[in-house]
């Protein structure tokens, strides 16, 4: 069975650091690609960061680059993101998805998603 689950979330002032993980089982590890969305209240879902396995390339939305930073564990299983700088606009529950094709900011093509974590920033 193939399970994804997300932690490290939790209520953080602006300007402060968080660092997700995402664990990942069920699946071999090296041909998947795992990607980070973010849902905020009342918008749709968005991808913000993606790591292939089978190259090791990182891939950011522009929203977000420049602080956040994807990285993986193969020996964990585990998809970290380290937020930085963290701005109220931030605030959403973030979800970690793989997919066996590509890194996509499409989220309807992941086939397997986590059951999220809430990220809430402080003014």
């Known amino acids: 069975e193939v399970q994804l689950v997300e932690s490290g979330g939790g209520l953080v002032q602006a300007g402060g650091s968080l660092r997700l993980s995402c664990a990942v089982s069920g699946f071999t590890f090296d041909n998947y690609f795992v990607s980070w969305f973010r849902q905020a209240p009342g918008k749709e879902r968005e991808g913000v960061s993606c790591?292939?396995?089978?190259?090791?390339?990182?891939y950011y939305s522009d929203s977000v680059k420049g602080r956040f930073t994807i990285s993986s564990d193969n020996a964990k299983n585990t998809v970290y993101l380290k937020i930085d700088s963290l701005e109220p606009e931030d605030t959403a529950v973030y979800y970690c998805?793989?997919?066996?094709?590509?890194?996509?900011?499409?989220?309807?093509?992941?086939?397997?998603w986590g059951q999220g974590t809430q990220v809430t920033v402080s003014s």
């Open positions: 998805a793989a997919d066996g094709i590509s890194c996509t900011w499409y989220a309807s093509l992941y086939d397997y």
């Open positions: 790591i292939s396995h089978r190259d090791g390339n990182t």
